[in-house]
């Protein structure tokens, strides 16, 4: 504070000094850009962006421009300035903390008339307007220091495009709504934050009472708060019939939306499950809201017309073309301590009947006990041991003298009904070995939970899934040839001619196009560690 108070002490004095020429300059609107010149060359305000690259870019986009500000004039700030202060005090609206931009010492000098609290509010400006915009645009925190397995990298602004924008604008709104995703997903959800605070406005939703489960055409006395419950949540139209203690009819359905809307079988039964997530807090869900809006601002956008679309946290995938879903299906996932990464790549071909190479981790904790116990243990699962590049038999291997950082041969499993990776193979090359594959172990597709895998994603209904994603690449990959191909039984690699946009996330709430916002448990607990990661950059919006 001492050294701002004396820096402007100093230039006060330089000004009065050279009243003639300030009040030239006044009438030329030049007074402020000779603060700001002062300001910059003595280089020592405290408000200006802290980050020493961006305090460069900065400083010089000012010099290059002879120090003529960008929001304000001799006689006060431009219309763009205030209209840029409207914008931080909605921020929000947007899941942003309008007090992470410096709002309080912005309004507090909106009214200067001196060339020195006017410099300083250009630079407060453009300050608030880089770090609101990367905010908006590519999010708070970088996600890599969220969590190692998050492996998404935003684009990066440039602080001169940024600066030159705002010169170049007419109407500041434009920018910044220019800077916002632009994706449809990252609208509902903005859309759904304003719903979900108009609730807790009017004070959120009872909390439904513990008690035994609650099936269709049963009385209970929990039932008129379950109606009042489903009202609040948009589930239940409030004209619907109200039978009193009876759960049935209209609020059955309520109870099958709500459930669906939380990834769980909607089936009309209340258990621990359902109730769990009818008495979560209206605030826990508006934090769910920003937090994953913050995660959209990560993501690419889906710019090709035909992707595939993977959301851990819902254990679902989506084939999408021209912005409509033309195929989805139920995925496996990895377990919590065996977390699938969040990462972006390109599918490029099939495997017909695969082989399943083993991860080494798997082999050494899993299989080389039963093999030390019994050497022919896996024979009857179609595995074979390849040491040196070579098949050599299970029961010539020292198995007793292998371990955990010592174990020099490949377990690989033959194609076959009982391969772990099923029929088929999805590839889209990645440093994290992950990939999208069948399994005989079709039965887990029916519960609500499917966190069980060591990474990789199995896939409901894979002969579908090859049949959409070859016949788009070529029309002559029917469902009876995919079949025959299958029926062959040997591995079979089969080249995309275009490779396909895979996009694997991991989003605990988003918006379908009907407005019905959904929400999922946080399995993997990233929700709690991205709370985290925003709490120490500043502010977290409620």
Not at 37 to 62: C, H, M, Q, W
Not at 139 to 167: C, F, Q, S, Y
Not at 287 to 304: D, G, H, T
Not at 514 to 539: C, I, M, W
């Amino acid at each position: 504070m001492q050294g701002c108070r004396r820096l402007q002490a100093v230039l006060v004095a330089v000004l009065l000094m050279l009243a003639p020429l300030t009040s030239a300059a006044s009438a030329n609107n030049e007074a402020v850009a000779f603060a700001l010149r002062a300001i910059i060359e003595e280089g020592t305000n405290p408000k200006v962006v802290g980050d020493s690259e961006k305090l460069f870019d900065v400083y010089t986009y000012y010099q290059e421009r002879d120090f003529k500000p960008l929001w304000v004039r001799d006689n006060g700030p431009k219309a763009k300035g205030r209209d840029f202060l409207d914008i931080l005090r909605n921020a929000r609206e947007d899941g942003l903390d309008p007090r992470n931009y410096m709002i309080d010492e912005i309004e507090a000098r909106m009214d200067d008339k001196d060339a020195v609290g006017l410099a300083t509010l250009d630079l407060l400006l453009s300050k608030a307007f880089l770090e609101y915009g990367s905010d908006l645009s590519v999010g708070r925190v970088t996600p890599e220091t969220v969590a190692k397995d998050i492996h998404l990298k935003p684009r990066r602004l440039g602080v001169l495009n940024m600066l030159d924008a705002v010169e170049q604008a007419e109407d500041i709104p434009v920018v910044i709504d220019a800077l916002a995703p632009q994706s449809p997903n990252y609208a509902r959800l903005k859309e759904a934050l304003l719903l979900y605070r108009d609730i807790a406005n009017r004070g959120g939703w009872p909390k439904v009472p513990d008690g035994p489960v609650l099936k269709p055409g049963m009385k209970d006395s929990r039932v008129p708060v379950l109606r009042e419950l489903l009202i609040a949540t948009a589930d239940l139209d409030a004209t619907a019939p109200d039978m009193n203690e009876l759960y049935d009819g209209a609020l059955v359905d309520a109870v099958k939306l709500f459930q669906e809307r939380h990834g769980l079988t909607p089936d009309g039964v209340i258990g621990p499950g359902t109730l769990e997530q009818m008495n979560t807090p209206v605030e826990d869900r508006i934090r769910q809201l920003v937090l994953n809006m913050e995660r959209r601002r990560w993501m690419p956008e889906e710019k090709s017309d035909f992707y595939v679309f993977v959301n851990l946290a819902d254990q679902a995938l989506k084939v999408v073309k021209n912005d409509r879903t033309i195929h989805d299906a139920r995925l496996v996932v990895g377990k919590p301590y065996s977390r699938t990464p969040d990462f972006t790549e390109k599918m490029t071909y099939l495997v017909f009947n695969p082989y399943w190479n083993v991860p080494t981790s798997i082999a050494v904790n899993e299989y080389l006990p039963k093999l030390k116990a019994n050497p022919a243990a896996l024979n009857s699962q179609g595995f074979e041991v390849e040491r040196g590049g070579q098949v050599v038999s299970p029961t010539a291997v020292s198995w007793s003298s292998y371990g955990r950082g010592n174990f020099p041969v490949r377990l690989r499993q033959k194609p076959g009904a009982r391969n772990a990776l099923g029929r088929l193979k999805f590839m889209f090359p990645n440093p994290y070995n992950i990939y999208i594959h069948d399994t005989p172990a079709r039965d887990l597709f029916n519960r609500d939970n499917r966190f069980f895998s060591h990474g990789c994603m199995r896939v409901e209904n894979p002969e579908k899934l090859a049949e959409v994603i070859l016949g788009h690449d070529d029309p002559s990959w029917s469902a009876a040839r995919i079949e025959e191909r299958l029926k062959v039984d040997k591995n079979k690699v089969v080249k995309l001619k275009t490779p396909i946009p895979v996009y694997v996330h991991y989003l605990t709430a988003w918006a379908n196009k009907d407005s019905a916002v959904n929400f999922r448990k946080d399995v993997y607990g990233r929700d709690a560690e991205l709370l985290a990661a925003l709490k120490k950059t500043g502010h977290v919006v409620d």
